[in-house]
């Protein structure tokens, strides 16, 4: 994260420069008006020639001020753009086990609630701090300029609002990371009841699912509540410390002119000087106790971003063996699916996998395709007599093919989705076998109209993807599921059709004439 923030280094120094410019010319303006005041006094000709030299002063100020709101706010969304193309590079470069050890609603907190936290009690804050103080500071040696004993008892003053109004920051952090973690939880509830829309609506069940929602938005509100709370309430606390400390600092200023230390346009100078140290100050202090909520948000950003070098071996030549030697795994503490098991694939043979449900079939699939990392295992996989775990993930998936049930899909028309952007060659004959006439391939499948693709097709849809490119190694994992028994033989034709590989089909099917067909059947 901070390397990132580090690379937009170049318009947060401008931001600070413009900063630094906007204060001057606002002590400048305030010196200048008391110079009016002393002008009107003592009956001075000279009133409308200091008049306009304080309109000038005025008009550059607002130019400054608002070039410096343009480079922050380019500055801070320069910032969230590479964040967010980062995060989006980093999740999909990370390793499939990495990956699916954390929900979707996870990464799409952080894409979404955590971004906008990021800007609104970060980035800007970060900005401004530095505007903050520059304006307190030049403020403050204004007053100096002024009278350095009146700048001495306001530092006084300044130091005492600053330390009394850092005492929220804490419970704010905590209620950041509290709104941060219940938006995750909020959007994983909604995001599956709205997936499961036809489900609930279908069993009548909304009112349950009504209560759940409305038992995690309660929560939700919860700590939306406590968040704005606290953060009003810490602005408020700085606002009425900052209250107290003018008027300690305005009497102090009436004091010093009634000693005659200074003149009434000076003690005017200096009383609107304190407009500038003590608004800067109190959001300065509100600034910095925003940007020390977002320490949890930080290391989330950071532990996606941490990309695990994509190291590994490439496959060498074709892939002619895969081998599962004494494997022991389990999900958990007991839930034990495989001890000692061993198999062997080889090249040109085709294997089905048949087994209850729930006896690992899609386990071992995935073992192989590196959805669990070697510390979850013991035993060895090997493919070419090469550990999968020293190979790069991305050659592995550009040999082996997994091909599973899923609901991914873009806008766009059937062929479009089984081509999702690649450049392929022609598959007339392909789609031919897998029954496609051309009025089906055209068929949109946008948002909206996928329910017009039955399941089986979308099944279809599913294999045609892999079977478009050439593989070394293809899994099927109940590639006949959702098919008719003329579509299922179809698919089996397809499947033992294809030459020189490993294939690897996972199976309900049980009838003998289909089983026959495998070179081997392994039975979990
Ligand atoms: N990530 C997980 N954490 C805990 N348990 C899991 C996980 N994934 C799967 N399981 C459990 O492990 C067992 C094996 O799952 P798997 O999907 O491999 O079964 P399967 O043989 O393919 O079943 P089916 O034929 O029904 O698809 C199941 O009991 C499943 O509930």
Redesign the pocket.
């Known amino acids: 994260m901070n390397k990132i923030i580090k690379n937009h280094w170049l318009t947060y120094i401008l931001a600070v420069i413009l900063s630094i410019g906007s204060a001057v010319l606002f002590a400048m303006f305030s010196v200048r008006l008391g110079t009016v005041v002393d002008v009107v006094i003592n009956q001075d000709v000279d009133f409308a020639s200091k008049i306009l030299a304080c309109l000038k002063v005025v008009i550059g100020w607002f130019i400054v001020s608002l070039l410096f709101t343009y480079i922050k706010s380019k500055n801070v969304s320069d910032i969230i753009r590479d964040v967010k193309k980062d995060l989006y590079v980093s999740v999909n470069k990370k390793e499939m086990k990495d990956y ?1 050890s954390k929900s979707n609603e996870y990464y799409l907190n952080n894409f979404t609630k955590n971004i906008d936290l990021l800007q609104t009690n970060y980035l800007s804050p970060r900005c401004e701090i530095v505007a903050n103080f520059i304006s307190a500071l030049v403020s403050i040696g204004t007053i100096f300029f002024i009278n350095w004993k009146l700048g001495l008892s306001f530092v006084g003053v300044s130091l005492v609002t600053i330390a009394l109004s850092q005492l929220p920051g804490v419970i704010m952090a905590k209620k950041t990371n509290e709104f941060s973690e219940e938006s995750a939880n909020y959007l994983k509830v909604i995001n599956n009841h709205l997936k499961g829309f036809e489900q609930i609506k279908l069993l009548g069940v909304s009112d349950i699912f009504l209560r759940k929602y409305l038992d995690r938005d309660n929560q939700y509100e919860k700590s939306r509540f406590s968040y704005i709370f606290v953060s009003r309430l810490a602005n408020d606390l700085g606002l009425f410390f900052s209250f107290f400390a003018q008027l300690a600092c305005m009497s102090i200023g009436v004091w010093f002119a009634l000693r005659g230390d200074i003149t009434v346009g000076l003690l005017i100078s200096a009383i609107n000087l304190l407009n500038g140290v003590f608004n800067p100050l109190q959001q300065l202090a509100y600034n910095k106790n925003l940007m020390g909520t977002v320490s949890d948000i930080m290391k989330s950003f950071d532990e996606i971003l941490s990309r695990e070098k994509n190291e590994g071996q490439l496959i060498q030549n074709s892939i002619s063996t895969i081998s599962i030697k004494d494997l022991d795994f389990k ?2 503490e007991d ?1 034990i ?1 495989f001890e000692g098991f061993n198999a062997r694939f080889e090249k040109g043979k085709t294997y089905a996998i048949v ?12 073992l192989i395709m590196k959805y669990y990392g070697s510390d979850q295992y013991r035993g060895e996989i090997q493919v070419n007599n090469q550990d999968i775990n020293t190979i790069l993930s991305d050659d592995l998936y550009k040999k082996v093919a997994y091909i599973q049930r899923n609901d991914f899909y873009i806008d766009g028309s059937i062929k479009n989705n089984i081509e999702l952007y690649r450049r392929l060659e022609a598959n007339n004959s392909l789609y031919g076998k897998l029954k496609f006439k051309d009025s089906f391939l055209d068929k949109p499948i946008e948002e909206g109209s996928r329910n017009q693709v039955s399941t089986g097709e979308k099944q279809r849809i599913d294999i045609a993807r892999f079977l478009v490119k050439d593989y070394d190694v293809m899994i099927f ?2 590639p006949t599921s959702n098919l008719d028994k003329e579509t299922s033989e179809i698919i089996f034709d397809l499947i033992f059709e294809i030459k020189d590989k490993i294939v690897i089909v ?1 199976t ?1 099917v049980n009838d003998e004439s289909t089983l026959n067909r495998f070179d081997q059947v392994i039975r ?1």
């Open positions: 699916v999900f958990g839930k699916i087994g209850e449900s729930g006896r690992g079939k899609s386990t071992l699939a995935k994992d109940e996972i309900h979990l």
